[in-house]
């Protein structure tokens, strides 16, 4: 059985604070690179927050599709010897998507066009990357049940279970 502790390091949990820190930084981005949009994934392909145009009609299947495709790519890197490859770029007729592993624990995926160009990307999403996984450390580091960390009411249990009583 995994233990929490193994559980919380295994996975992030964002609070409303952590998603407003971590859309700054994603607008700031979108603002200087020229990009249509910008989302921090988590690697198991979780949507964690999304900046700027809407760029499918589901950005959750974006991201899963996101994350798989960084994955294959990662075991294409073992097989060559590689520990891992830090970025994927898809280039289409009209978009491009440009994927960046930040502190190994989340995907910082771009989508553009022609209003911009791989290389204004791949320059600031290096220094946005960098931005984001100082955050993503410092949410690591948080101790569980710390400041700022939600908690249950003492009855929560006692009052949960006459809630469902009163359903049935």
């Not at 830090?86 to 190994?104: M, P, T, W, Y």
Request: net charge negative; aromatic share 8%.
């Amino acid at each position: 059985m995994v233990s929490d502790e193994q559980l919380r390091a295994d996975r992030l949990v964002f609070y409303a604070e952590d998603v407003d820190r971590i859309d700054h930084e994603l607008d700031g981005f979108l603002e200087t690179s020229g990009a249509r949009c910008a989302m921090l994934i988590d690697e198991s392909g979780h949507l964690v927050t999304r900046r700027g145009e809407a760029v499918a009609s589901s950005a959750e299947a974006v991201a899963a599709l996101a994350a798989a495709s960084f994955a294959a790519t990662r075991e294409m890197a073992r097989l060559i010897g590689e520990e891992t490859f830090s970025s994927l770029f898809h280039q289409g007729e009209r978009e491009s998507v440009q994927i960046v592993q930040v502190g190994g624990r989340a995907l910082f995926t771009i989508v553009f066009d022609e209003r911009s160009n791989l290389g204004l990307v791949r320059y600031y999403a290096r220094e946005r990357g960098r931005r984001l996984e100082g955050l993503l450390h410092e949410m690591a580091a948080r101790p569980a049940g710390g400041e700022g960390a939600p908690s249950l009411a003492e009855d929560y249990s006692s009052s949960a279970v006459k809630a469902l009583d009163e359903l049935f």
